[in-house]
C-alpha cells in the first residue's frame, strides 16, 4: 500500500482554523499527487495529475490558493 505524506487543514470562514500532519479523520475535499504533479502544478502547470476529490470546487480552490502563496515574493 502506498504511503502517504501530507497535511490536513481545517478551514472556518475561509480562514485556517487547524493544520495537522497527521492524515487521520473525515475530510470534505482532497488533493492527491506525486511530488512531481504538485511541483508542476505549483509551477502553473493545470494539466499536472493531481486527484482532487469530494468537493472538488473546494479543493481547486484550495490548490489555486497555495499555488499563489507559493509563487508570491517573500
Known amino acids: 500500500s502506498p504511503v502517504f505524506a ?3 487543514v481545517c478551514f472556518e470562514e475561509g480562514k485556517v482554523v487547524s493544520c495537522s500532519s497527521r492524515l ?6 482532497w488533493a492527491v499527487g506525486t511530488p512531481e504533479a ?25 490548490v489555486d ?9 517573500v
Open 6 to 8: 501530507g497535511v490536513l
Open 24 to 29: 487521520e479523520g473525515e475530510v470534505e475535499s
Open 38 to 62: 504538485w511541483l508542476g502544478r505549483m509551477k502553473g502547470d493545470d494539466r499536472t495529475s493531481l486527484e482532487l476529490g469530494g468537493d472538488v470546487a473546494m479543493a481547486e480552490a484550495l
Open 65 to 73: 490558493s497555495l499555488r499563489a502563496v507559493a509563487r508570491s515574493p
